[in-house]
């Protein structure tokens, strides 16, 4: 999907919601547990419930990892039903030397249909590549994660810098802002007026609106460009509103009033 795909999504949706698909097993409603399908047929019904508000699902892979093959089916029906409207992210945090990267892109982009990764910077460029040469398609680059563990690296400075801006100031060099994103975490409200000057032109994903408590007004004022340039991710909030058997009524309504606020900041 290219970059006025996404944005002619967002502006006729008025919504630059995406879905995070973390399915635990262990946490969807008790009526499905025995489904023997239950993972693809919980995200079918949030789907279907929820698409008209949002343009995009992340499926965080390692929910359907930890299930083995079963899993691996699930996230493939998965991503195969959302509907090609929507922006699809795996959420796989990969990278490595060249030619495994290389193999992590065919996974996700040959093999499964989806339309853009995440990876972690650490391994540097040639880790990085592999991922860029899929040129239709998006690499989602850590910028300044969410987690309380963003201060130990991220936030660590090493002269004037944090290791996050030098990150940032390296990596946008390494594609372009039509085939790279990255992800900056809602918690860090404090540091987005500053990320989008390093970085004026490119999207990011920003999870940690929801149960991690950030703000989307706050991310929303700070970082929202002419095109938009946000995608905002809510996980549990979303898709454990209910653990009854209105779980995908319930995820509507909650997304809804997503989709409402965005409007106003659009
Ligand atoms: O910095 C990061 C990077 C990734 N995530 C992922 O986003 C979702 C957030 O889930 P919520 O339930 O909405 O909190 C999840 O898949 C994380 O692995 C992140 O939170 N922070």
New binding site residues.
């Given amino acids: 999907m290219t970059r006025k795909q996404l944005t002619e999504q967002i502006f006729s949706k008025k919504s630059y919601l995406c879905i995070?698909l973390?399915t635990d097993i262990t946490k969807i409603p008790k009526h499905l547990q025995s489904h023997p399908d239950a993972i693809f047929e919980f995200n079918r019904q949030i789907i279907d419930a929820t698409k008209d508000y949002c343009v995009s699902y992340?499926i965080?892979t390692?929910f359907y990892e930890a299930l083995g093959l079963k899993g691996w089916e699930a996230m493939e029906k998965t991503v195969n039903y959302i509907p090609a409207t929507h922006f699809k992210i795996a959420?796989a945090?990969r990278g490595d030397i060249g030619n495994t990267s290389a193999q992590y892109a065919k996974a996700f982009f040959e093999t499964l249909n989806f339309d853009a990764i995440?990876v972690a910077p650490y391994m540097g460029e040639d880790s990085i590549k592999p991922f860029l040469e899929h040129t239709d398609k998006w690499t989602i680059l850590?910028g300044?994660?969410?987690?309380a563990g963003?201060k130990d690296f991220e936030l660590q400075k090493s002269g004037d810098e944090y290791l996050y801006e030098k990150v940032l100031k390296t990596a946008s060099g390494w594609g372009t802002t039509d085939n790279l994103m990255f992800?900056i975490?809602a918690t860090q409200a404090d540091e987005f007026t500053n990320i989008r000057k390093l970085t004026p032109g490119h999207f990011y994903l920003v999870?940690?609106?929801?149960?991690?408590g950030g703000s989307l007004k706050e991310i929303s004022k700070k970082a929202m460009i002419d095109d938009c340039g946000i995608l905002v991710?809510?996980?549990?909030?979303v898709i454990y509103a209910s653990n009854g058997e209105d779980f995908a009524d319930e995820a509507s309504l909650i997304v809804q009033q997503y989709q409402e606020e965005m409007s106003l900041y659009l």
């Fill in positions: 995070g973390d992340k965080n390692a959420d945090k995440t850590l300044l994660t969410s987690n963003a992800v975490g999870p940690g609106v929801g149960t991690q991710n809510v996980s549990r909030a």
